[in-house]
DNA sequence: GTCTATAGGCTGATAGAC
DNA sequence: GTCTATCAGCCTATAGAC
């Protein structure tokens, strides 16, 4: 009848957060319980009941960081034989370049959580046997990916499979490359954050990619 | 008089690459020297003897394998007020698409130690904070990010150097992707390795870039 | 250069009081 | 739900024989 008996203080959460930050900082393995749990000012002993195991916090961990950070809508894929389904396709691909920069949360003030996330999400994309890709693809990537070459099949058509492939990697490559080597972009801009402004970001890219497929706006309509 | 005292059967060599191997599989921290020096038919204290410490083999492992299978040379960055220089910079970014996708070994049968290296590169330069890669950047990549800065400053100019960055990203972004995130492709390409072709992906982003900014080879020359 | 043996410390998980 | 105390196992680094 009322509402659920929600604990007051929650530890399961400030174990989270303070996982994401001490798990992107060391890894995995670099960091242990005790002092997840100190950072947390919690016990040890709450990481096994709550989530059964060090490697329980560590899924949790990337569930939380996706579900909190990441845009789940995105329009449906334009059908390419619809009459209007180059200015729907043109509409996607501009979503999907603002959704991804958003996800990725390029050029704005991130929180050090967010910040964590992003680092602790790129070493496990890295890695190529990760237990833990297949399901949150599934759940959070694949659609993005499939409605960016859907959008793209119609740009430009007549493509094989392989080279559409090589396009969405033109789209795709530029967006999560300032996310995946913050390290060496630092290096280049002496430290100052980059890109300093999302908007601008997009709107080049956007535009270079149009170029690129020789398609002008103005020709999407008609 | 005569040569160096070569020691015969190297325990170095074969340390670093078991580590090359594990830390990749494992990460710095979820490995152990033990089964390191198992792995090499060697034992746990020649890691300290031969590298001083475990961190010792890690930057031997990184320097490795940026030596091995790292291009040192490329055109010098093209003068922009040189009478060839449009010329001059369409070779040059055709060179640079070309020696990275070499240096990443796209499209190749990589041996089972260069797909590790990329590995472990790949964890390093997602750290916001890597310790080994600032001195590694100066030697082995700041130099190809300003050979193809220049070469697009030319090909297209009047940016500014914000621009330049995210033209730079169209570049270098499709490329390290494929990388960079190897376990992301396999689940969309069923578990084949992409790209298949090399060449045809460098060509591709060549022409694509080329649409893209609006220069045609031909162009080029006058 | 290569080995064995070991010191000293940290790890994740858990039993059991409250 | 939260805590303390503790176990058994692993870790890196090193001392010292050969």
Do not use: W
Request: aromatic share 8%; proline share 7%; charged share 25%.
């Amino acid at each position: 009848m009322n509402a659920e008996p929600e604990p007051r203080s929650d530890v399961k959460q400030r174990l989270v957060e303070a996982a994401t930050l001490l798990f992107a900082q060391h890894g995995f393995d670099g960091v242990g319980i005790r002092e997840i749990a100190a950072a947390a000012d919690a016990n040890s002993a709450m990481v096994a009941y709550h989530f059964g195991s060090k490697e329980g916090l560590y899924r949790a961990v990337l569930r939380a960081g996706f579900e909190k950070g990441c845009a789940k809508d995105l329009p449906p894929p334009p059908q390419a034989d619809a009459p209007e389904a180059k200015m729907a396709a043109l509409a996607g691909l501009r979503a999907h370049i603002e959704t991804m920069a958003s996800d990725l949360k390029l050029g704005e003030h991130t929180s050090g959580l967010d910040e964590a996330f992003m680092g602790i999400l790129m070493r496990e994309l890295g890695r190529v046997d990760s237990p833990y890709l297949p399901e949150l693809d599934r759940e959070f990537m694949a659609g993005k990916f499939e409605q960016l070459a859907a959008c793209l099949r119609i740009l430009r058509p007549g493509l094989t499979e392989d080279q559409v492939m090589y396009l969405c990697g033109t789209v795709s490559g530029p967006l999560l490359l300032y996310r995946f080597i913050p390290g060496v972009i630092r290096l280049r801009t002496g430290g100052k954050p980059f890109p300093e402004d999302r908007e601008a970001l997009c709107a080049f890219l956007y535009d270079h990619t149009l170029r690129a497929l020789g398609v002008s706006p103005a020709d999407a309509g008609a």
